[in-house]
């Protein structure tokens, strides 16, 4: 029985790209569904082209966002969903989905949190002049990139640094750490910490 990982996006889906190319169809893991909140999302066609299930789920087309929530999380689930990935997701998703999917469901972010959460973090980041950054993948909870952080990865940030390389930099470790997180996961590497169930623990031999 494969693991099975549903993956949500809003745009590139260079991320997506990373799933599809490091760990769809390996070690007993399938990427088996894509959702967008966006038509046209670069990512859509990304799926298309790996043959992988995939549909928009945008507000708009709903009374209202739990309306959407709840659809979308139909569909993952009518799609046996064991972990949801977002990739660029770009949209809050409400307190019943995240409660309906807590402990499977994860997002990757563009900054080594709790440090510049949410929208932009690359430029919060370079506006502050932090020195070093970094990319979190976390388990995701009721807040805005607040949930218990699965793997971290940093970088230095010379002085100056130009956005979009640190976007290019940024990006390069996201496309490993991303896939890793969830090789882990589905392997059952990861688990949390009894005594404290903010801190995760990841067995890399496992
Ligand atoms: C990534 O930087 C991710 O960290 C952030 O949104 C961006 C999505 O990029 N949450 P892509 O759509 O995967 O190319």
């Known amino acids: 029985m494969a693991f099975r990982v549903g993956v949500l996006i809003s745009g590139e889906g260079s991320n997506l790209q990373a799933l599809l190319d490091q760990v769809h169809g390996r070690d007993g893991i399938e990427v088996a569904c894509v959702a967008s909140s966006r038509a046209g999302a670069r990512g859509l066609e990304r799926a298309e082209a790996a043959g992988v299930d995939s549909a928009v789920f945008a507000k708009a087309d709903h009374p209202d966002r739990d309306a959407r929530d709840a659809a979308l999380g139909n569909w993952l689930d009518d799609h046996g969903i064991d972990l949801v990935v977002l990739a660029g997701f770009m949209e809050i998703l409400g307190g019943p989905f995240i409660r309906r999917f807590e402990g499977r469901l994860i997002n990757v972010h563009p900054s080594l949190l709790p440090a510049f959460p949410g929208v932009r973090a690359i430029e919060q980041a370079l506006d502050y002049g932090v020195q070093v950054s970094g990319v979190t993948v976390h388990y995701v909870d009721a807040g805005v990139d607040t949930g218990p952080v699965v793997l ?40 949390r910490d009894p005594s404290n169930a903010r801190v995760v623990r990841v067995d890399e031999s496992a």
């Open 152 to 191: 971290q990865e940093a970088f230095e940030l010379p002085y100056a640094r130009a956005v979009e390389d640190v976007e290019r930099v940024t990006h390069e470790i996201e496309h490993r750490l991303l896939p890793r997180a969830v090789r882990l996961i589905a392997t059952g590497a990861v688990s």
